[in-house]
């Protein structure tokens, strides 16, 4: 009897309850403000230190059909972050350009065909599919930084006894809580300091990128491009659901979770904002950590706003047979298209 489960299914019913009245006695722009105040409030946008970006090249490697440069780059509060930018081999115009923001795993090698180590996989692709890769392929530039609390930014003692593939985000996230910072908002103003530097690249054509998630990698993703409108076209890939019914509903990776999120707005919510602006779904109908039922959910909730906006031809999806792992049969070929349109101004 004294199990807290029904008071806390209570509690979810009384939040979704205030904020359904509230959004009945508001207009949709000043819905659409206020969830995107409520959002940089979570994400802690601006208290920390915005830094100079201070590229710095540090090796450019010729592979089969690409250019692989190492860059790092200087973010907010004195962080540095390691990236890869994979270039079109013998394109001489400018292209467009695509944030590849990984999931868990061992970090930006894992979707830019390498090991762990740096040294070039010639294997099949794991469930990350390597969809850096099949962006540049595309003719993309793409950048993928290494997200805090992976691979090389993990913090020291996970980096003890050549481990592979953990991670520092419970470390990370309890730590930053002290400051009053969330994991996820350093990542997303890291993920907006990468698009800074897109875009001073003279190879790069346009003011605007493409960006393609993938689990957590999505969920960056989501939150960049809801309030970074230099983002035409997302990707949002095994990540897409309501947090009922995945993060509340399972146990997930603290990095997952917003402060203050339910107080005013549900996932499907803050994905919404991305309107009229590009979007496509891609999930897995065998996946346990984002289940397909609550997909649906949140495509259809989608599907109203796109609608709403004048822009249901530019939301996209794909629910395919798999489980948690990237499937860009349909996803690549959207984001080809989006951001053609994008650059053409159609």
Known sequence: MWNPDAIMENLYLSYEQK????????SADQTRERLKQGLANSLQIGLMTKDELSPVLLERVERKDHIQERIEFGTVSGFRVPAYVLIPKGKKERSAAVLALHGHGYGSRQISGM???????????DSHGNYALELVKRGFIVMVPEIIGFGDRRLAEELKDGKVGNSSCQALASHLLLYGISLAGLRVQEAQRAIDYLLTREDVEGDSVGCFGFSGGALIASYAAALDE?????VLCAFPNT?????????????????????Y???????????????????????????????????EQLKGEYTRAGAAERLGFHLYEGKHEVNGSQAYPWLVEAMSKELSGN
């Open 115 to 125: 090991h762990a180590d740096g040294t070039e996989n010639t294997g099949e692709p």
């Open 243 to 263: 947090f009922k019914g995945s993060i509340m509903h399972l146990r997930h990776c603290i990095d997952n979770y917003l402060p203050g999120a339910l107080a």
């Open 265 to 299: 707005a549900e996932l499907p919510d803050l994905m919404g904002l991305i309107a009229p602006r590009s979007l496509f779904i891609a999930s897995g109908r065998q996946d346990r950590i984002f289940p397909v039922a609550t997909t649906e959910v949140a495509i």
């Open 19 to 26: 904020r359904l009245a509230q959004m009945r006695e508001e």
């Open 230 to 234: 230099r983002v035409k076209a997302t």
